[in-house]
């Protein structure tokens, strides 16, 4: 049984542990990895970079290893002498450093075939295998684990090829430190990437001007310290009931009703104006001065982390519309906040003008080496540097020239989008759904290139799990194909 996993990231190591797992069972098994040399064994997020840029997750929510979720931990402990590192969030290149040291465990212990080339073209075969081939050669195999992981960059305002702008900022330590002293920057953007931006010209940079600007002038939350508890209404327990009650489909309005009954039972009379204006300045300083109301709705959401593809996938497509309308900007900034020391510092320097916050951006012009940033009612500034701080992209086409792969695979129809981002996989065993082919057993999509399916969680915890059900349903798949 020959199986290729595609991309060293978090998805693919973790899928390449349980085939280390299925090959104790039956040694026939075959792997073959591939990945490209600059992020192979880290993938994007977990490469390395600034000591600075921490993880958003604590240490006990980062195991590689579902089974053991203290591995991370343990590991912290072994090779850094770190103590209590549970709650503690680490810097990510750190984490990367472990998420190797891993992968490099079970390639030995599988003998996998290491390739570090980047595969070209994925084609299925009459006789159900699959032929791929990548810059040096080509080989077919019964299976394929497509970890492609993170798009490209989006690029809203067409900076691309500009001198002066940094289109993707990582690695940080590289792209970073290579603007000019005493430049003026401009950072699209308030997302993660943009605290991380904060986090390195905080440290590394003080002589760069930085200016945040975005349409909101709001920045995620920071990760509050309300006591831990056990969900009351959004339980594993509920939504079965709900799901067999409405034949496998949560109303939203359930949803809702269930998450307005959580919050009253936990806080009382919630105080809807800690609702306002997420990610403000104000709003990041109530939270820091104890302000329990946005900690506790963010327990809430991590108590359904792990239940929060099936919530999604309950939904019919038109709740799934009305969510993304109604309650998509206010979740995301509570379901993905950063840590609690960020976020002091991050106000100190608001607050002492080290950097200035611009809303209502309404475009951006490029000059020869420079840049000028236009708002709705407000007088235009001019940067000399722009960093990208969007995002990747989760919206995928045959039309993406940057990812041949993808485009080729979307191209000849083995692969579809998914309206709400990445490609469609059934849940959970991860197939593809091919227009052309049908459901693909054999062809696995995971991690980001999921996005739209395991919905707004992309968090290594998920990743790592949803391993398990792909290869167990390959494995029974290939050996009744032997057997018939
Ligand atoms: C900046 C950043 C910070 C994050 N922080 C956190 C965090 O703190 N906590 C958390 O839980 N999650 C975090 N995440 C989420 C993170 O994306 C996931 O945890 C995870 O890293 C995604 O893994 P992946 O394997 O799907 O993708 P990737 O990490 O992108 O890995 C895919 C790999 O495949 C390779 N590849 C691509 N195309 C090919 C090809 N054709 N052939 C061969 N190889 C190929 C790529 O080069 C890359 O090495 C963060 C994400 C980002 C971007």
Not at 230 to 237: A, P
Request: net charge negative.
């Amino acid at each position: 049984m020959k199986i290729a996993i595609i991309g060293m990231g978090v998805a693919g190591i973790s899928v390449l542990r349980e085939w280390t797992k299925e090959q104790k069972r039956d040694p026939s098994i075959q792997i073959t990895v591939f990945g490209d040399k600059e992020t192979f064994g880290t993938g994007k997020a977990y490469q390395s970079d600034d000591a600075g840029l921490l993880m958003n997750q604590a240490a006990e929510f980062t195991s590689m290893i579902p089974e053991n979720h203290y591995d991370f931990v343990e590991w912290m402990r072994e090779n850094y002498g770190e103590e209590d590192a549970a709650s503690k969030f680490y810097p990510r290149a750190q984490f990367g450093e472990y998420v190797t040291e891993r992968m490099n465990g079970w390639l030995a212990q599988s003998r996998a075939h290491i390739i570090q080339e980047k595969v070209e073209t994925i084609r299925m075969l009459p006789n159900d295998r699959f032929r791929l081939t990548w810059p040096s050669q080509t080989a077919e195999f019964d299976a394929v684990h497509l970890c492609t992981g993170n798009l490209p960059y989006k690029d809203p305002y067409d900076l691309r090829d500009h001198p002066n702008a940094i289109g993707d900022p990582f690695p940080m330590d590289k792209k970073l430190s290579q603007i000019p002293h005493g430049a003026t920057v401009g950072v699209v953007g308030t997302g993660l990437t943009s605290i991380d931006v904060f986090r390195y010209t905080f440290a590394h940079r003080p002589d760069v001007d930085v200016s945040f600007l975005s349409r909101s002038g709001t920045f995620k939350t920071i990760i509050g310290n309300a006591p831990s508890f056990e969900n009351r209404y959004l339980t594993k327990e509920n939504i079965q009931h709900a799901k067999e009650k409405h034949d496998g489909f949560i109303p939203l309005d359930t949803y809702m009703e269930w998450f307005e009954k959580e919050l009253e039972f936990q806080l009382g009379a919630l105080e809807r104006e800690s609702l306002d204006a997420l990610g403000s300045k104000d709003s990041i300083k109530r939270q820091l001065a104890g302000n329990r109301d946005i900690s506790t709705i963010q327990t809430i959401l991590k108590n359904i982390i792990l239940l929060q593809t099936d919530l999604w996938m309950a939904l019919t497509e038109t709740d799934k519309q009305t969510f993304l309308q109604k309650y998509y900007k206010q979740w995301d900034k509570l379901r993905a906040p950063f840590p609690y020391e960020t976020g002091k510092d991050f106000v100190h320097a608001w607050e002492e003008n080290i950097f200035r916050v611009y809303e209502d951006l309404a475009d951006i012009e490029k000059n020869e080496e420079s840049f000028t940033c236009h708002f709705k009612d407000e007088e235009p500034i001019h940067v000399d540097y722009m960093v990208n701080a969007t995002g990747n992209d989760v919206n995928v086409s045959f039309e993406m020239d940057d990812v041949p792969l993808l485009r080729q695979m979307l191209d000849e129809r083995l692969l579809q989008p998914e309206r709400f981002g990445g490609v469609q996989v059934s849940v959970p065993d991860l197939s593809a759904i091919s227009q052309k082919y049908g459901v693909l057993h054999t062809l696995k999509a995971h991690g980001q290139l999921i996005a739209g399916i395991q919905f707004g969680n992309s968090s290594v915890r998920i990743i790592s799990r949803s391993a398990r059900a792909s290869v167990k349903d390959i494995v029974k798949r290939l050996k009744y194909r032997t057997e018939v």
